[in-house]
């Protein structure tokens, strides 16, 4: 079965840096747009970055724009987040989603914790 599997999640200090990473199996990662949403404690999930197949386009949310770099490399089968300039209102579980057409695959999370 397809496997999402987020990794470089933990805890920084405000303004500092994470970079995480989503290791897809078992799909043909390279038709999938891929996502990466948020959640906070007692919050809707969040879109917070959104790349296309090949990676030629790229869209954010307001509250990351600037701060948040999405990219993929389709030959890792991977997704990648960058986060800098972290606050403490972007700790949440990160979530990893891929979709294509009516295939909707997510992955376990990663948690993310911003202290001030």
């Known amino acids: 079965q397809v496997q999402l599997v987020e990794s470089g999640g933990g805890l920084v200090q405000f303004g500092g840096s994470l970079r995480l990473s989503c290791a897809a199996s078992?799909?043909?990662?390279?038709?999938?747009?891929m996502n990466w949403y948020r959640q906070a404690p007692g919050k809707e999930r969040e879109l917070v970055a959104v790349?296309?197949?090949?990676?030629?386009?790229?869209n954010y949310s307001d509250s990351v724009k600037g701060r948040f770099t999405i990219s993929r490399d389709n030959a890792k089968n991977t997704v990648y987040l960058q986060m800098s300039s972290l606050k403490p209102e972007d700790t949440a579980v990160y979530y990893c989603n891929a979709v294509r057409r009516s295939r909707n695959y997510w992955g376990q999370g990663t948690q993310v914790t911003v202290s001030s």
């Open positions: 078992r799909l043909t990662f390279s038709t999938y747009t």
């Open positions: 790349i296309t197949e090949r990676g030629d386009s790229t």
